[in-house]
């Protein structure tokens, strides 16, 4: 077992849980109608859906390997009520949302989850990995180094070049349970390499500094 501390956390990302759809009124809210509108411009303008695209894309080629993505076209939008953290910024103090986009030309087809913010007058990106993980932004970046680092030793190890794609398939939320700073959770979160796929536990415990201790299992 390996414990890492990690990132600051506000909560996991299932937990914020209050997503919107324009349009709709959210208490507690201080963007007003008019900077409500200007998003909405701003997030269909043919320039962001342009980025939009050229990250999904670049993320599939680089984080899955998938040769020929195919960004097929978004699937849903929404405003994020509760803003999370994200690497590099913390937590934005614009708006917040999240892009969901289709993906053909990877094997199946399937869908990718993207949070969006504005900073500093540009437009931030991240991609969520597949399935059920419940890490925020923050969170799954370092989780990501952290398990990708020792699965890269187990690949070598294994027989495999240092140039072959070692890669998070997927992820699934297990269980959650409460615990003496908030609500500690596992998943398990699915590799690739180039030996074939396994399964490495993971376990998040918040502390009372708002960190996450993330234990490989």
Known sequence: MRTSLIGRRLAPLAAVGLLVTF????????????EEQELKKLLNSKP??????????RYEASVNGCKAPNVVGRTGLTLLDARVPMPGIGVPASAQWMDVVGVK???????????GARHK??????????GSTRTTPVVQFETMRLVLNEE???????GCKAEDLVSVATTRFVASAKAEHGTMWRESWTVKSCKGVRNVGLQFAPDKNGHVAVTLE
């Open 23 to 34: 349009g709709m009124a959210a208490p507690g809210r201080a963007q007003s109608s008019a």
């Open 48 to 57: 962001y859906v342009n980025k939009l695209r050229f990250v999904v894309s």
């Open 152 to 158: 890269r030793k187990h690949a070598t190890a294994a």
């Open 121 to 130: 007058g540009q437009t931030v990106m991240f991609p969520y990995l597949s």
């Open 105 to 115: 030309g990877c094997g199946k087809p399937y869908q990718r989850r993207v949070v």
